[in-house]
């Protein structure tokens, strides 16, 4: 843009509207200036071309009655005028709305991915204060997650590196069985350490998103645990989905595959196989992960998916987990749009676990 387009863009925008009351004042002064002079041009427009004949010579002339405004041209009036406020009120509502509307689908970008770019200022003034407060709310939430990941790294090499040297101990003791049980317990903090850091950086995952075949990444990961001799295998239900078209969703990739090797594992856990498949419903995305293990008590559905919760019987933290999986999961699925459905399989027995992405 050159210099002299520049300076005239300036001047027009010092004296365009900057508020939404201005705008709406100038729409509204414009309407009605415009449907008045629309008004008299069609009263005049239907007058008469030709003015009455005079009255025969001799005829007594009746005085003419009090000047009044003829009845149609009243209601043409009125109808002129109702019609440019009714239009008026749609043209301003679309006009005012505009700015608010991609503030909207700005914010909403921003919401399922807070490392998008800042919100652009533009609109009226109060669009922009609102965007700038927001934009300013984004830099405060980045610089918290940022504060985090550094907190998660000196906590994690804070804990591992006592745990180490306990291993090292360890290994010096001469007793058997009190080596065997130090090591474990060593493990298992190891793995609860490990798990809670993973999910916390996994919470704040700047991974970008892309087109996934979620067919393919399902096959991918049914022929890895094959490979690994699990009995995991695609669920029959959707074997034709194989060779039909493929089922494909804008994800971040690590997290999708994360997400459902942690369903497997689940599954593996406490069945002892998974079968896995996925389908399109049209209005959504479903990928399925059941086991045949003892389920999950109707009342306890909500809990489960909450960080640290685990269930007592054979879902504790004696049988393994820390209760960060299916938060895990959870977390990955609201991300996305989703939700994680689970529910307990009829009949049979064991747990159907559904990621649901709306298309």
């Keep these: 843009m050159s210099a002299l387009a520049q300076r005239l863009h300036k001047g027009w925008n010092r004296f365009w509207p900057d508020t939404l009351f201005s705008r709406l004042a100038l729409l509204l002064v414009v309407v009605a200036i415009a449907s008045h002079a629309m008004a008299l041009a069609l009263m005049f427009e239907l007058r008469p071309d030709h003015p009455p004949p005079p009255p025969p010579p001799g005829m007594h002339l009746q005085p003419p009655p009090p000047h009044q405004p003829p009845l149609h041209g009243l209601v043409l009036d009125i109808v002129v005028r109702l019609g440019a406020v009714i239009l008026a009120a749609w043209v301003g509502a679309r006009w005012l709305s505009a700015p608010l509307r991609r503030l909207a689908r700005s914010t909403q970008a921003m919401a399922s991915n807070i490392h998008a770019a800042p919100l652009a200022l533009v609109g009226t003034r109060e669009c922009r204060e609102a965007g700038a407060v927001i934009n300013q709310l984004q830099q405060h939430i980045l610089t918290q997650l940022e504060e985090r990941d550094q907190f998660v790294a000196a906590v994690s090499h804070d804990l591992r590196t006592p745990l180490t040297r306990l291993a090292l101990r360890v290994e010096s003791l001469t007793h058997e069985g009190d080596r065997q049980g130090f090591g474990k317990d060593i493990r298992e903090m190891d793995n609860m350490i490990r798990s809670t850091l993973d999910y916390l950086c996994g919470t704040a995952d700047a991974e970008p998103a892309v087109m996934l075949d979620l067919g393919s990444l399902v096959d991918s990961i049914v022929a890895d645990r ?15 989905d194989v060779s039909g078209p493929p089922i494909r969703l804008k994800a971040q990739l690590s997290a999708m595959r994360r997400s459902i090797d942690n369903l497997v594992d689940n599954a593996m856990f406490y069945g002892g196989s998974a079968e896995v498949g996925v389908i399109d419903n049209g209005p959504d995305v479903r990928v399925f992960v059941l086991d045949s293990g003892p389920g999950i008590p109707e009342e306890a ?26 938060a895990a999961v959870n977390d ?4 996305h749009g989703g939700h994680l459905l689970l529910s307990n399989r009829n009949p049979g027995g064991g747990l159907q676990a559904e990621l649901v992405f709306p298309r």
């Design 226 to 240: 094959q490979d690994m001799g699990q009995q995991v295998t695609r669920f029959g239900r959707f074997e034709s």
């Design 301 to 326: 559905m909500a809990q489960v998916v909450l960080p640290f919760v685990r269930l007592e019987g054979s879902r504790n933290r004696h049988t393994g987990g820390v209760g960060l999986g299916l």
């Design 332 to 335: 990955m699925a609201r991300r």
